[in-house]
Structure formats: structure tokens, C-alpha cells
């Protein structure tokens, strides 16, 4: 199948930790170089946000990655990319007049908003995975949500024009079910991990302490990382490593990090709090093994990536029982739950965890196991290019194609 991607924000070869870059890049950069991989044409649209970037260039894995000129080639928060989206659709639908996809697979609601636009009038289908909603996000941000004031509006639109969303979880089936059903039906297909890289097998970095505690992710606030900080107050002889965030020579320009280094002080463990900044995917595994628990208790989380990729270390995570996690993280089987917002339970559920080896060994043997048989890319790449073809086969899109002469 020729295969269109659109993620507006989230370009599959930017550098992810950052403020704006985690999840999304990771999963549109696998997910395009697997589809590839297993025989599709794939074509990632993402804009410009570096006037020095090629019109086109080929991605690691064989897809094309086409920089859309769409507002000013410079980074601009995802929450202010909203005014550009009528220039990004024109470009859109230019490329797709000349040489037209079979699907159009757009990767959040401002890139399903201009994927719908230019796509529809030319017949061609679209999914949408939204990798997370406005709904969720304004129930937990509120008044701090700096979502565009329409986004609900388009959101809810774009469930009665699209062909089909693809959501990672049952949470977003039930948080979209509430919201207005997606007229066309919801699959749900969660994100995958790359089991060639995270492995249990491999080497891990030293230690400094009894115990290592490790944080991947994004560090903006309802990622929860200042619990953790505040947990190690109750674990002796425990470290606790940070990946994400700016390079490690800006962090200290961050004001996320700053706000971070704070509460490590406030809390007297800062001795046992170590930041490394953003580091790459290859070193993640080493980083990862190196612990006994990867935490990731954040307050709310439309998948999280970082757990997979633990459990596909061996390390067992310990989340946050929220949206994808509590489907991701078998509790008591390939990693522990915790509330979220609560530091004392998590040091308390960390330290059970420390003192009894045998359970952090099955947990990480279960997980390891779980996540090589239902998380590995090619299985998720699979399943997605099945609903690809339900959608592009649909006996109503197909009439309506003979109808209309065809494309
Ligand atoms: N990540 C990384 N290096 C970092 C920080 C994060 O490679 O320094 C990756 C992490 O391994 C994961 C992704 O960024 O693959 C974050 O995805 P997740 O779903 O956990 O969070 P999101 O960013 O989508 O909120």
C-alpha cells in the first residue's frame, strides 16, 4: 500500500526528551520504518521546523520524510502550530492531487484536522491515531491546559469525518465513547517497542548506591517525576537517575529541570539525584538495566512508551495506574501499580520491591515475556496495515469510489 503519515509536530527524526518530542517521534519514526520493512510505501509529512532541512529526505528505516512548509521554520510549541493548519492541508492536498496514497494515517487531532481537509475531498481515507485528547487533558490541566481554545470542537469533529481511529488503549475507547463514538469505529492497537534494541540481555552502567531508581521521559510536570524525587526521601541508599530534557549542557537553562533540581533540594536527596539530560534511544537499554525499578508514575498518560521498554529490558516498571499504563503493566505480573500523586506509596511499594529479588526477577522475566509477544513492532505494524486494508476496502468506500468514476 502507499502509505501517508501525517505528524505535524512530531517529526520521526527529531531528537526526543524534549518538551515537545517523546512518544509521538518514537512511535511515527518505528512504525513508518516497520511498515516499510514489510512492503508498503511510506511517506512521513511533518513540518518545518529548520530552514536548513531538506524538501525531502529518507529516513532510517527507508521512508520518505517530506518537511512541510507550514508557519516559520523555526521550533514553535505544539499548542501554537494550531494557525498553520490551513497551510499545512493546501500543501497536503497538493502533494495528494499529483500522486495520491491509498490511506492517510494522521498522528494527533491538528494533523488529522489537516489530513481530513485535504484528503476527503479527494476520496482518499484517513485514520487517526490521536495519541492523546483534549478531553483528558482539560480534566486534568484545567485552567494550565494551553491546548487552542477549539481543539474539543475539532476533536469532536473529526469523529464523525474520519475512517477509523486507531487508539492504543481501552481507557481512549471508553474516554471517546464518552466523548461522541467515532462514527466509523474505534481499533484499538497499543504502541509497540523495539525488541531488537531493548533486550534483557546486554550490558548495564554501574551503580553508584544499593539501589538505582530510573526516569525516562519527558520531564514536564504531569509526567510526576517530583514524586519520585519526593519517594527517595523514604529509600536509604538509593539513586535516582533522570533521562530527558534538554542536552546535558542546557540543562541548567530548563526551567523544568530547575523546577526538578528544587525539589530535589527541598527534599534533601539531591546528593542521590543525577540528571542526565536527553539521552539516545542506543544507550537507553544500558541505562535501563542498570536498574531495579523504572518509574514512570505520571498523573495522567494516553499509552507510555517507557514501560514497554522496560519490561523489554527484564527491568519491571512500577506506574502509575492510569490510562495505558494500567493495560501495558500487568500488576503483580510484570510490574507494581502505584496512585498517582502519592510519593510515600511509591517509596513504600519500591521498597518491597527492593527487599524481595525474587519478585523484581519474576516480574522482570514475566515482563520481558509480555512484551516480546504482543509489543514487537512488526506485530503492531501488522495489525495496523490490517486495518488500513479493512478501511481502503470498505464496501461504502468502494461504492462511492465507483460512483464517483473512481480516483
Ligand atoms: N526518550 C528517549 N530519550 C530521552 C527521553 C525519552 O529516547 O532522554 C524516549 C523514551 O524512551 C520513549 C519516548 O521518548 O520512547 C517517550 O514516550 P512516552 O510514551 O513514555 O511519553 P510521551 O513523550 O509520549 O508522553
Not at 52 to 57: D, H, Y
Amino acid at each position: 500500500m502507499k502509505v501517508a503519515m501525517v505528524s505535524e509536530h512530531a517529526s520521526p527524526l527529531a531528537v526526543v526528551g524534549g518538551a515537545d518530542a517523546g512518544g509521538q517521534n518514537v512511535h511515527v519514526a518505528a512504525l513508518a520504518a516497520e511498515l516499510v520493512r514489510q512492503g508498503h510505501r511510506v511517506v512521513v509529512h511533518t513540518r518545518r521546523d529548520d530552514p536548513g532541512l531538506p524538501p525531502r529526505v529518507l529516513g532510517g528505516g527507508g521512508a520518505l520524510v517530506d518537511h512541510v512548509d507550514a508557519g516559520p521554520p523555526v521550533p514553535v510549541p505544539k499548542d501554537e502550530l494550531r494557525p498553520y493548519m490551513d497551510d499545512f492541508a493546501a500543501v497536503l492536498a497538493q502533494r495528494w492531487r499529483r500522486d495520491p496514497p491509498d490511506i492517510v494515517h494522521a498522528h494527533f487531532w491538528m494533523s488529522a484536522l489537516a489530513s481530513v481537509r485535504a484528503a476527503q475531498p479527494l476520496g482518499i481515507p484517513v485514520v487517526v491515531t490521536f495519541h492523546a485528547l483534549g478531553t483528558v487533558k482539560q480534566r486534568h490541566q484545567g485552567e494550565a491546559d494551553t491546548s487552542p481554545p477549539d481543539r474539543l470542537d475539532v476533536e469532536r469533529w473529526l469523529l464523525g469525518k474520519v475512517d477509523r481511529v486507531i487508539a492504543t488503549c481501552w481507557d481512549e475507547v471508553a474516554e471517546l465513547d464518552r466523548f461522541g463514538p467515532p462514527a466509523k469505529g474505534a481499533t484499538v492497537i497499543p504502541c509497540g517497542v523495539d525488541l531488537a534494541l531493548f533486550r534483557p540481555d546486554g550490558p548495564a552502567d554501574a551503580r553508584r548506591a544499593g539501589h538505582r531508581v530510573v526516569v525516562v521521559g519527558r520531564l514536564v510536570e504531569r509526567k510526576g517525576v517530583a514524586d519520585v524525587i519526593k519517594a527517595l526521601t523514604w529509600l536509604p541508599d538509593t539513586e535516582l537517575l533522570i533521562a530527558g530534557g534538554p542536552g546535558r549542557d542546557e540543562l541548567h537553562g530548563d526551567p523544568d529541570v530547575l523546577r526538578l533540581m528544587a525539589a530535589a533540594e527541598g527534599c534533601g536527596v539531591s546528593q542521590r539525584v543525577r540528571f542526565l539530560g536527553r539521552v539516545c534511544r542506543s544507550e537507553l537499554p544500558q541505562l535501563l538495566r542498570s536498574a531495579d525499578a523504572v518509574v514512570n508514575v505520571p498523573y495522567y498518560e494516553p499509552f507510555g512508551m517507557v514501560p514497554l521498554e522496560a519490561m523489554a529490558c527484564g527491568v519491571p516498571p512500577v506506574v502509575s495506574a492510569v490510562g495505558g499504563l494500567r493495560e501495558s503493566v500487568v500488576d503483580g505480573e510484570t510490574g507494581l501499580h502505584v496512585p498517582p500523586g502519592e510519593p510515600r506509596r511509591l517509596a513504600d511499594t519500591l521498597g518491597a520491591l527492593f527487599a524481595d529479588p525474587a519478585l523484581a526477577r519474576r516480574l522482570g522475566e514475566a515482563g520481558a515475556r509480555r512484551a516480546g509477544a504482543v509489543y514487537g513492532w512488526p506485530r503492531v505494524a501488522a495489525r495496523t496495515a490490517a486495518v488500513y486494508q479493512q478501511v481502503v476496502d470498505e464496501p461504502d468506500r468502494a461504492r462511492s469510489l465507483t460512483g464517483a468514476g473512481g480516483r
